[in-house]
């Protein structure tokens, strides 16, 4: 007899022994998925939801863990998957049925597109956004794009190196950071905007917070207060038939680092993304036009950030794209001792990691280090 333990991060390991023993591509795949680990955090459920749960998990070799109005239930995701089947599932946990379903159906199918003004994005493969700042005090860059030309031509320098969006900002969210007037908001991006498009330079998302900033001309709307800036906003995108990237954060740049308290951080931003998402379908954006961001060091410390990072598959279980913000942001410099100018490796690995929980989109300043770490994450389970 032999006996070798296989990896249980990723069904790649199980696929694999499965085809080298005779299966078929796709049922070994479908096969290893269902035995993944699966764990779902069940709140607001009543008693007799509670103990149904606690007589079904004995039946079917689930784990549960309960308490008063709540269940952890773990077992694979083949095992757990009936309780989102109402033919299946017992009649006193039918409640459980729908969001049960769709967190199974967003880790079976992810998202593989994005729909932005214009057309689709593909997120087949990753996604990495440049970051394009043409402000006087942003944390790491403020300042070193002081005309149009020049953030175009750095822009330029960024897709040779291999981004795909580029995010031009006009308002640094540095903590501490106050509003700028949309006025001039508009007169820093708009024409860095209107340059690039002309150029052709691939899509082009404009970091605002501000409805009257839409119009400057981009693709996309990336809005790191997640519609809580400016009430204006969700319609005007909606109108507007942009992509639209909502970021977590509480408070505003000035008064976020009080508010970073979080009793378990992944889960409690998993929530508050979840339910801004639902303000932007009810405001008229398509489902298909959003991504979350969870939005690393906006109102997290660094230990908030290293957790949400390792538990990023919450948020990805939302069953839309994440986009991942990680760029030399301070919660690097704790781990690695290094100032914000010598933080784009770490950038590069983190953003790694992000790729392996479920990212699809990634905002640096170094597009080529992050390609790299990018390329050799991917390469473990589709080697080039």
């Known amino acids: ?106 880790r079976a199918e992810p998202p593989r597109s994005w729909a932005i003004r214009g057309g689709e994005l593909s997120l087949e493969k990753p996604v990495i956004m440049g970051v394009v700042n043409v402000t006087p005090d942003s944390f790491s860059d403020g300042g070193r794009l002081p005309s149009a030309d020049a953030a175009i031509e750095h822009a330029s320098r960024l897709i040779a190196d291999g981004c795909r969006l580029l995010d031009v900002g006009g308002e640094s969210t540095r903590p501490g950071a106050t509003p700028v007037p949309a006025d001039e908001e508009i ?93 932007a379908e009810r405001a008229g954006i398509a489902r298909e036009r959003i991504v979350l961001d969870p939005g690393f060091g906006f109102a997290k410390t660094a230990a908030q950030n290293f957790r949400l990072l390792d538990e990023l598959a919450t948020i990805v279980a939302l069953g839309y794209p994440v986009a991942v913000g990680l760029s030399r942001k301070r919660f690097l410099g704790a781990a690695t001792g290094r100032p914000v100018e010598e933080r784009d490796r770490a950038t590069a690995v983190a953003c790694a990691l992000a790729a392996e929980r479920g990212a699809r989109l990634f905002r640096v300043h170094d597009v080529a280090l992050t390609r790299e770490a990018l390329a050799l994450a991917g390469a473990t389970t589709n080697p080039p």
């Open 1 to 106: 007899m032999k006996i070798t333990a296989l990896a249980a991060h990723t069904p790649e390991a199980v696929r694999a022994a499965l085809a080298a023993r005779g299966w078929e591509a796709q049922p070994a795949w479908f096969a290893a998925v269902g035995i993944q680990p699966f764990v779902v955090l069940i709140e607001a459920i009543s008693e007799a939801e509670r103990e149904a749960l606690v007589h079904w998990g004995t039946k079917s070799g689930a784990d549960v863990l309960t308490g008063d109005g709540w269940a952890l239930v773990a077992g694979t995701a083949s095992r757990v998957a009936p309780l989102a089947r109402y033919d299946r599932a017992p009649a006193e946990l039918a409640r459980l049925a729908p969001a049960l379903g769709r967190v199974l159906a967003a």
């Open 187 to 279: 007169a820093r991006v708009v024409p860095v905007i209107s340059g690039l498009v002309k150029r052709g330079f691939g899509a082009v998302s404009v970091d605002t917070r501000k409805a009257a900033v839409v119009d400057a001309g981009a693709a996309i709307v990336n809005d790191v207060s997640g519609l809580h800036f400016d009430p204006a906003l969700a319609a005007v995108v909606a109108r507007a038939e942009v992509g639209l990237i909502l970021m977590h954060m509480r408070g505003t740049p000035d008064t976020m680092d009080d508010l970073a308290k979080y009793a378990h951080v992944a889960p409690e931003v998993a929530a508050e993304l979840a339910t801004t998402a639902d303000k």
